[in-house]
């Protein structure tokens, strides 16, 4: 069973062409990668499989649910790890992890202490002391949290 499927994903910025015609099928235990350069869309195609962006035409589907129409119910069940992340410099580390489970449901205090050790993740800091790279962490940790079905990274290993 395909776990990611797309037909003819194609989303325009006004004029400008962000995908064109992206068809694919990623089935279960496959691992799967975009390359390109920057520009190419592998960010745009991601943001539309998350339902954050709308596609101008074609479809796209997580689990058989249609991404254009059920983000709330694909999000409970994939980790999303965004190429940016934006943080609340003032937060603390800990207070940034509960606001967090409190969007995942599935996510537990023993999960948490659990990556934020094999991570190495400080939750007493304020994340605007924290390093790009710690930072990552951060996203790493909320993308694991409540033991998703399908992990979607946006650029990995930058930071």
Known sequence: MAIVET????????KSRGILEVTLSIQE???FGFIGP??????TTIRTLMSLLHPSSGRAEI????CRTQGPRIRKQVGYLPAEANYYDDM?????FEYAMRFYPG????RLDMLCERLDVDRTKRIGALSTGNKK????VQALLH?????????PTTG
């Open 137 to 140: 962490k951060l996203a790493v």
């Open 29 to 31: 235990g496959e691992f």
């Open 7 to 14: 037909e003819n994903l194609t989303k325009y910025y006004g």
């Open 38 to 43: 920057n520009g190419a869309g592998k960010s």
């Open 107 to 110: 996510s537990s205090r023993e």
């Open 147 to 155: 033991e998703p079905r399908l992990l979607i990274l946006d650029e």
């Open 63 to 66: 689990f058989g649910l249609d």
């Open 92 to 96: 603390r580390v800990g207070a940034f």
